[in-house]
């Protein structure tokens, strides 16, 4: 799984991709917020703890005039190459979510390569 990188949307704007760190907590409750949701911290937490063996997680961030935002955060089971996570503003990152799929499913292939 990747570890840092940048992905361009067909907006022309580049995103972060990185995993999660312990700050991120209050970037996904701002995301989940903005998005409508009520956001327990607890879940939060939740979402982004994963045993890397096993799953995969990556946030996606975006540089604003405010600084950088968590605009996406996205889960993967390897044992199945299931996507059990897709959280994105697309209002502020117009097709990350598309992207950020292709990127998560494309993860076990390039793990069992390794």
């Known amino acids: ?3 840092d990188t940048h992905i361009t949307l067909a ?3 580049r ?8 700050r991120e907590t209050a970037g996904v409750g701002a995301l989940l917020l903005r998005l409508g949701l009520d956001p327990d911290d607890f879940d939060v937490r939740r979402l982004l703890r994963f045993d890397p063996r096993r799953r995969a ?10 600084g ?7 889960g993967l089971t390897y044992l199945d190459g299931h ?6 503003d697309e209002v502020l990152a ?3 979510a598309e992207a950020l799929h292709g990127i998560l499913t494309a993860a076990p292939s390039a793990r069992r390569a390794a």
């Open 11 to 13: 907006s022309g704007d």
């Open 94 to 96: 117009p097709g990350l």
């Open 83 to 88: 996507v059990d996570l897709l959280v994105t």
């Open 57 to 66: 997680v990556v946030c996606a961030t975006l540089w604003t005039v405010d």
């Open 68 to 74: 950088e935002i968590l605009v996406g955060v996205g």
């Open 15 to 22: 995103v972060r991709l990185r995993l999660p760190q312990g």
């Open 1 to 3: 799984m990747l570890i």
